[in-house]
């Protein structure tokens, strides 16, 4: 069973922009923690951003910081991760994942995750 689905990725050019969504298949996951998660070819997996449950708190990594911004909708039970002023370096497959407790910036207590949607961004 498929508990997270991601939607949204496709290609853009430097300095475009995509929304990413995930939509939730129980309303159990309304009271997790969701982050958005990027494995570009040959590399780890790492952090993007993450929001709490009541969506009031979010961490974002560096690497994204003031060119993304996540958010959530509890009575859709959706999260989107809005990215713009895109570059070839965020390139990867995007995944949603969910944790209960604290928002972590890393891939700690994260145990759902989807199956991920390709973002490829042309020079």
């Known amino acids: 069973q498929v508990h997270l689905v991601e939607s949204g990725g496709g290609l853009v050019e430097t300095g475009g922009s995509l929304r990413l969504s995930c939509a939730a298949s129980?309303?159990?996951?309304?009271?997790?923690?969701k982050a958005w998660f990027r494995q570009a070819p040959g590399k780890e997996r790492e952090f993007v951003a993450a929001?709490?449950?009541?969506?009031?708190?979010?961490s974002e990594s560096d690497s994204v910081k003031g060119r993304v911004t996540i958010s959530r909708d509890n009575f859709k039970n959706t999260v989107d991760l809005e990215m713009n002023n895109l570059k070839p370096d965020d390139t990867a497959v995007y995944y949603c994942?969910?944790?209960?407790?604290?928002?972590?910036?890393?891939?700690?207590?994260?145990?759902?995750w989807g199956q991920g949607t390709q973002v490829t961004v042309s020079s």
């Open positions: 994942a969910a944790r209960r407790g604290g928002v972590v910036a890393n891939r700690v207590g994260y145990d759902v």
């Open positions: 929001i709490s449950s009541s969506g009031g708190w979010t």
């Open positions: 129980d309303r159990t996951y309304v009271t997790y923690v």
